[in-house]
């Protein structure tokens, strides 16, 4: 069973920067294909970052603001967010996939959830 606990949200100003965790249960990113998503009140899950054969995807809204890494020895995925933005607001989600999914930016094609970490950006 693949468990994933996200950490490093919080309420931050606008221009600042922010680095969530996603802890995950036993050596899964070398099984599963990885990414990051959020949810804004109202609003769909929204894909944001995802481990890519040949190079990683990002949305366009965070493209060259946001970083998406791992430390395996840790267990441990990662989504550095720098310059961010109001619009940047909202609950943000790890998640697993099989591996066939590498690259995926369809919430629903991603098996396992963390419970999310809620990200503020005040203007």
């Known amino acids: 069973q693949v468990q994933l606990v996200e950490s490093g949200g919080g309420l931050v100003q606008a221009g600042d920067s922010l680095r969530l965790s996603c802890a995950a249960s036993g050596r899964i990113f070398s099984n599963y294909a990885m990414g990051w998503f959020r949810q804004a009140p109202g609003k769909e899950r929204e894909f944001v970052a995802a481990?890519?054969?040949?190079?990683?995807i990002y949305a366009d809204s965070v493209k060259g603001r946001f970083t998406i890494s791992t430390n395996n020895a840790k267990n441990t995925m990662y989504l550095q967010m720098n310059s961010l933005k109001p619009e940047d607001t909202a609950v943000y989600y790890c998640?697993?996939?099989?591996?066939?999914?590498?690259?995926?930016?369809?919430?629903?094609?991603?098996?396992?959830w963390g419970q999310g970490t809620q990200v503020t950006v005040s203007s």
């Open positions: 481990f890519r054969w040949g190079g990683d």
């Open positions: 998640a697993a996939a099989p591996p066939y999914y590498s690259g995926s930016t369809y919430y629903r094609e991603y098996d396992y």
